[in-house]
């Protein structure tokens, strides 16, 4: 089964407003992923977390690596209709693999 | 520069035929991936190769096999569709190189696939 949980697995927003969806991991990870998926396209990479408590933005997006590396969050300030799409997070939990979450599937009204 | 490049783009299958999805991709990575989407499930891994002349199972590799043909290419074969197998496939790669690191996935555009 899955070994990322993500929630909620869906996000209504109105356009102006600010949200968060978060991840969680049974076990420790070694570093988290997160991705952007817009309606009918492909997932697209949008940042790395590595370390312990690392908190890193990029314009209103906040990502956070919780300090044990067993959750995430994304936090999304001031909801603009460029958010509509699916952010998965994926967390490494051994080799290879990324364990992917469900995704939180996000709407926006305007 | 063209990423990864998975064909074909839709496919309608009966139950019992056999198909193979390609992947290509032209950044020199060391790792692929193919997964499937299922609505409400995420991403799940069908198999991997960490580098060219491996391959391995992930979570839901029954019914799949792969092919590493080289380090640009590696295929997804179905021998005989199920309707379970309706999904939309990704293929990815990443750069790997260092023990404890995992880099960012490239994804293809995905491919529809619909078994009656």
């Known amino acids: 089964g899955q070994q990322v949980m993500q929630i909620p697995q869906y996000q209504h927003v109105q356009e102006g407003e600010d949200f968060t969806t978060y991840c969680n991991s049974s076990t420790t990870l070694s570093n988290i992923q997160w991705y952007k998926q817009r309606p009918g396209g492909h997932p697209v990479f949008l940042i790395q977390?590595?370390?312990?408590?690392e908190v890193k933005k990029q314009k209103r997006l906040t990502f956070q690596f919780g300090e044990a590396k067993k959750n995430s969050s994304l936090h999304i300030t001031a909801t603009q209709t460029t958010d509509v799409g699916t952010y998965f997070c994926?967390?490494?939990?051994?080799?290879?693999?990324?364990?992917f979450g469900a995704g939180t599937t996000v709407t926006v009204r305007a | 520069n063209a990423g990864v490049t998975q064909t074909p783009k839709f496919q309608v299958l009966k139950t019992g035929q056999s198909m193979t999805l390609q992947c290509a991709q032209d950044m020199n990575h060391n790792s692929m991936y193919w997964y499937r989407q299922d609505p409400g499930m995420g991403l799940r891994l069908i198999y991997y190769s960490a580098s060219e002349g491996t391959t391995d199972k992930g979570e839901v590799p029954n019914g799949y096999n792969v092919s590493r043909l080289n380090k640009r290419e590696f295929s997804l074969r179905l021998e005989s569709a199920a309707p379970s197998q309706t999904s939309v496939y990704f293929c990815?790669?990443?750069?790997?190189?260092?023990?404890?690191?995992?880099?960012?996935?490239?994804f293809g555009e995905g491919s529809r696939l619909t078994v009656l």
């Open positions: 990815a790669s990443s750069a790997w190189g260092y023990p404890d690191y995992a880099g960012e996935l490239f």
């Open positions: 994926a967390g490494r939990v051994r080799d290879y693999k990324l364990s």
């Open positions: 977390l590595v370390k312990s408590g």
